[in-house]
């Protein structure tokens, strides 16, 4: 869900005592790079392009490579080489992910937990252990985040397609999602383009809108390809009701239909 774009640092600490009273303190966002520094391996176990952690369980791994296997091969060969780990801890401070780790004092800061979360540059996903005791919810969040990094790799093209669909559906006031991470984006678009600053700019809404709305709405559209791509590739496996799918059923075919032709390309299957 999370999507942090910036390389860990990879010297940090400094070896002397007085350097330290030169070093300026590090921010929120490197320090959470860092923290997946203790994660990362050496490609062991191939599952296709994605390689798993060592520290899987057999029983975690039979889970995942599950999962992995029922992949269309259109979809895989989209996907470049990336690794797959698990933490014990995801907490977010900040809109930052730390691994194993809260750095603030649980009074000072608000932090919240997060099922996944997706290192594009670095090319891996790093899941929180609990999701293995959610069979279908662990498949689903996993192919939420392989789409994040099919969605980069589309082009311009075919990633212009799908957010045309999303700004039909916002033109025609389609209420709902397939999934709590675009769903949450979709309202807070919503929210704001009806305060007064809003509405003047919701009557041109998308030519000329401001740079820090252009950029919400592109974490929308990637987080609604994403959940519509998990919808998709869940297939049977699929559950018929979940309380993150609130799309309507007319919508879900469109969406259905729209994914699947710009990544598979070919026809969805029927919902
Ligand atoms: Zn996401």
């Known amino acids: 869900m999370l999507n942090p774009g910036v390389k860990p640092r990879q010297t940090i600490f400094p070896c002397r005592p007085q350097m330290l009273m030169h070093t300026p303190p590090l921010t929120i966002r490197k320090r959470a790079k860092a923290t997946l520094r203790q994660l990362r391996f050496h490609p062991v176990t191939d599952a296709g392009p994605v390689f798993l952690s060592p520290r899987f369980s057999r029983a975690q791994r039979r889970e995942l490579m599950f999962w992995i296997s029922r992949l269309p091969s259109a979809f895989l060969r989209r996907l470049p080489p990336l690794k797959l780990a698990s933490a014990d801890q995801l907490t977010v401070v900040r809109s930052s992910v730390f691994i194993n780790e809260n750095p603030l004092p649980q009074n000072r800061s608000p932090v919240e937990p997060t099922h996944a979360v997706s290192f594009i540059p670095e090319r891996y996903i790093v ?145």
């Open 127 to 271: 899941l929180d252990v609990e999701l293995f005791r959610r069979r279908v919810e662990a498949g689903r969040i996993l192919y939420h985040e392989l789409c994040h990094f099919i969605w980069p790799r589309l082009g311009n093209p075919r990633r212009l397609i799908f957010e045309t669909l999303n700004l039909h559906e916002f033109r025609r006031g389609v209420r709902g999602e397939l999934g709590y991470s675009s769903e949450w984006r979709k309202l807070d678009l919503l929210a704001k383009s009806r305060t007064p600053a809003g509405a003047h700019r919701n009557a041109k809404f998308f030519p000329g809108i401001s740079a820090s709305m252009r950029r919400r709405w592109l974490e929308y559209v990637c987080e609604s390809f994403c959940d519509t791509g998990a919808f998709v590739l869940l297939g049977s496996e699929r559950r018929r009701i979940h309380s993150e799918y609130t799309l309507s059923l007319m919508a879900r075919k469109r969406r259905t239909r729209q994914w699947s032709e710009i990544v598979l390309g070919c026809e969805a299957e029927r919902l």
